[in-house]
């Protein structure tokens, strides 16, 4: 299966963490190499901080509007049944056109060809939007160590 990530889920060692669980030296982990990602837009969304929330939602928006985010392609049921329990009732995954991203160079991306792939679309209340947006630097600077461990390792 081939999923949307925007938020979060982009960074890697939450995704694996999400599908794999926290890593165990006695009992590894099996290799998420099966899952192979790319950079991706979905238009026609527009991505919202969560008031309260360190993770972000996306709704869908003017036909001008995007999403910039990862395209997860490889997943399998078991992965996408974790993803939707991670996801949880605020959340409903549904099936979205997204645009692949070809790499340029170093500081440009040029939009490839659209593939189908599901998203997960926020379904719990625009009351809980924020009109700003989302900001992946930020979540990285002052939030991502407690979702994978404070010196960047998994931890609890």
């Given at each position: 299966k081939t999923l949307f990530f925007y938020g979060t889920l982009t960074f890697?060692?939450?995704?694996?963490?999400?599908?794999?669980?926290?890593?165990?030296?006695t009992f590894p982990t099996p290799s998420s190499s099966y899952v192979r990602t790319y950079p991706a837009l979905l238009?026609?969304?527009r991505r919202h901080r969560v008031r309260g929330a360190d993770y972000?939602?996306?709704v869908p928006s003017t036909a001008s509007a995007s999403v910039r985010g990862t395209l997860a392609a490889g997943l399998t049921d078991a992965d996408v049944r974790r993803l939707d329990i991670f996801e949880g009732g605020e959340y409903e995954r549904r099936k979205v056109g997204v645009r692949r991203l070809i790499v340029v160079?170093?500081?440009?991306?040029e939009e490839g060809e659209e593939v189908e792939a599901e998203t997960y679309i926020w379904i719990a209340g625009e009351n809980r939007l924020e009109d700003e947006e989302w900001d992946f630097e930020t979540f990285k600077r002052e939030k991502m160590r407690f979702w994978i461990g404070r010196d960047g390792t998994e931890g609890e």
């Open positions: 890697p060692p939450i995704l694996h963490r999400v599908i794999h669980g926290p890593s165990n030296p238009p026609s969304h972000p939602a996306v160079d170093a500081e440009e991306m």
